[in-house]
């Protein structure tokens, strides 16, 4: 990966530049932002140019991702009670050199894991830790880039800990996280943090027209939905005039809620809901928590008037998303979002998904129906 590839994020490419050029690299850093912002794309580039920098014959093996020196670490499920991340090395590194700007959840749809559970054990982390005792096969710097390190359990935490407090000579450990609240603060303390922002809109556009991977009268639709992010962006490109899954279940659930009241048999509707999304994977699940969280967001801005603010809308299935939007106000928008929030944090603890479904199903119909 090369600093030009990389979309927008000029300030963060000069600034990882310098601290190799001046020889003030940190041994631990935690690159913070979402997957879609180019966290991952920084830190090869920034890993290629330390590596380029001790060998300039090395750029073939760093671009192919087999350079000896440079190790990644990533969540993975269990299997035959091992979980450790070598064994999947070849569909990580295809996915990557596929597209740097994946997502967990494409990750997750690559390797076909449906409900499986995915993390970074304590084995990974002492498979990973044993090779850093090793000397390094080129003479010069070793690099560890974790990615997903939020997706470490607390033994795998409590393990890195005592690798970032006694490193190797020469090691550099790059942490690539979507947040730091699942870190231990000992930890974080220990890394310097850099926060990678969202790609500014105009930043999006160029790199989209630049790689011609977007038709310029498509473009301002694309980029209001991708909110700087260019996985979304890809996304939305890809999937052309098709309806999101998550709009038609949106709409779906929409459209139940609304019934409900007066025909009960419209609960068994918001059941068989309820069991479809339950039996995806958790983190897509979360998404579309996301997803119709900001789609209430959204109608309760047009609601309000605030139509400039309204930068998509949905329209799958001859939806009505003003009459939609005249129903969502300060009278139930709180109520929503906060069963929205309650449902994400359900999940996280491993609640029974269907349950957890069919409950914040139900619990729309009753707010929806509430006056101003």
């Not at 160029?206 to 260019?230: D, F, M, W």
Request: proline content about 3%; charged content about 25%; glycine content about 4%.
């Amino acid at each position: 990966m090369n600093w030009e590839q990389i979309a927008g994020q000029e300030i963060l490419k000069q600034h990882l530049k310098d601290s190799i050029a001046n020889n003030r690299v940190s041994h631990a850093q935690l690159f913070v932002g979402n997957e879609g912002n180019g966290i991952l794309p920084l830190a090869l580039a920034y890993a290629k140019e330390i590596l380029l920098k001790e060998n300039e014959k090395a750029s073939s093996k760093v671009e192919h991702l087999n350079h000896l020196d440079m190790h990644f670490s990533f969540p993975v499920f269990s299997e035959d009670g091992k979980s450790v991340s070598k064994r999947l090395m070849p569909e990580f590194r295809e996915i990557i050199l596929e597209d740097p700007y994946f997502n967990f959840a494409d990750w997750q749809e690559k390797l076909d894991s449906k409900n499986k559970q995915f993390s970074i054990s304590v084995q990974e982390i002492e498979e990973q830790t044993s090779q850093f005792v090793l000397k390094s096969f080129e003479g010069g710097t070793k690099i560890l880039i974790i990615w997903r390190a939020d997706k470490m359990n607390i033994q795998a935490s409590n393990k890195l800990l005592k690798f970032l407090e006694e490193p190797p000579e020469k090691t550099i450990i790059l942490l690539l996280a979507e947040t730091t609240d699942n870190f231990l603060p000992t930890i974080t303390s220990r890394c310097q943090i850099l926060e990678i922002p969202r790609i500014s809109d105009e930043d999006l556009s160029n790199y989209l027209l630049k790689n011609n991977l977007c038709e310029e009268h498509e473009l301002l639709k694309v980029i209001q939905k991708a909110q700087g992010n260019l996985n979304t962006a890809l996304k939305i490109i890809s999937a052309g005039d098709t309806v999101s899954e998550f709009e038609e279940l949106f709409v779906d659930w929409v459209r139940f809620a609304f019934q409900v009241k007066k025909k009960p048999e419209f609960l068994i509707q918001i059941l068989k809901w309820a069991e479809t999304i339950s039996k995806w994977n958790r983190d897509k699940q979360k998404s579309f928590l996301e997803f119709c969280a900001e789609m209430f967001r959204l109608a309760m801005l047009q609601s309000y008037g605030a139509k400039d603010l309204v930068y998509t809308k949905i329209d799958a299935g001859n939806f009505n998303w003003d009459s939609f939007s005249k129903f969502i106000h300060g009278a139930n928008i709180e109520s929503i979002l906060e069963e929205i929030s309650m449902a994400d944090l359900h999940l996280l603890r491993n609640g029974n998904a269907k349950i957890i479904w069919t409950d914040l199903g139900i619990k729309l119909s009753r707010f929806i129906h509430r006056t101003p």
